[in-house]
């Protein structure tokens, strides 16, 4: 896959101030969603995924790459309608089946709900992929307040707890658990600190269960990416800090959804890392090589 970004193409504000989740019909540029060059390989034939956070951004890029290789999928997301009405409608005309639900994976019977929606519809759960989070900028410490720390914690890892035991019983041999953590857990920035915080959790929630479940031939690892233009960057950061977004990492660019996918494909797909679990791949275009 070639992304050039020329300068002209740098992220901008959105033509309105956008409340996270945030919307990608008004991005611009709108994120590189797909790779239109990349021969699929049935490598997920026959395979049923539940993705969160796949409305938009990294969640929709992983939904059309795995409808792509043959798997039906289960769009789960928090409320826009829009974005997940778009991805639903590219499944589709992948010859794929999608359903979506939405919701607030911070709850537990919603996570329940969704777990039984699926197996309903389809009869089986292969994958589950844990992506959906928020973050938003603080100045430091001193901003961290009680309710804003709480409910970052309950959708960025609570989430990820209650919908992976909601599955759990729905798992088996060979089935796969994909969780998205964050360069942030490795090289925290100071005005995404409880972000950052959230992210460390989901390693080490990574590993445990992974070692819990090898037992039972499930595969639990993680995927770390870095600066991503995904709706949340917009919806989260001040226009002002638009303009460096992406610097960093040594190819000068921000990354796009449609180059972290393929990372989740691969853990997604038996055939490719039947023997790898507990792992964290990072991709972030070299930003935390030195860190």
């Known amino acids: 896959m070639t992304i050039v970004l020329p300068e002209t193409h740098r992220p901008s504000p959105p033509p309105r101030e956008q409340v996270p989740p945030g919307s990608q ?50 769009l789960v997301y928090l409320n826009e309608h829009k974005d997940a009405d778009k991805t639903m409608a590219r499944i589709e005309a992948f010859g794929r089946t999608a359903i979506k639900f939405n919701g607030d994976i911070a709850e537990p019977a919603f996570c329940e709900e969704v777990v039984q929606r699926t197996i309903d519809t389809f009869g089986r759960i292969d994958i589950l992929v844990n992506n959906a989070g928020e973050q938003d900028e603080i100045s430091g410490v001193e901003d961290l307040e009680p309710r804003r720390v709480e409910k970052i914690f309950r959708t960025n890892i609570f989430g990820f707890f209650y919908l992976t035991k909601a599955a759990l019983p729905r798992l088996k041999e060979g089935a796969a658990i994909i969780n998205t953590t964050s360069l942030q857990a490795y090289d925290p920035s100071p005005h995404l600190m409880d972000y950052a915080c959230t992210k460390a959790a989901i390693i080490n929630f990574t590993r445990s269960l992974a070692k819990e479940l090898a037992e039972k031939k499930i595969r639990v690892n993680a995927v770390a990416p870095g ?55 990072h991709v972030n275009g070299g930003q935390g090589m030195f860190s």
């Open 227 to 281: 600066p991503i233009w995904t709706p949340l960057i917009p919806a989260s950061f001040a226009p002002e800090a638009l303009k460096t977004f992406g610097l960093k990492p040594l190819f000068k660019r921000p990354g796009q959804p449609a180059e972290v996918a393929p990372a989740f494909l691969f853990f997604a797909a038996e055939s490719e890392s039947s023997f790898i679990t507990g792992e964290v791949l």
């Open 25 to 74: 019909e008004l991005m611009h540029p709108q994120p590189v969603e797909e790779d239109d060059q990349y021969v699929p390989g049935g490598k997920l034939e026959g395979k049923v995924a539940i993705i969160t956070g796949a409305d938009s951004g990294i969640g929709r890029s992983i939904a059309l790459l795995f409808a792509r290789e043959g798997a039906d999928i289960c």
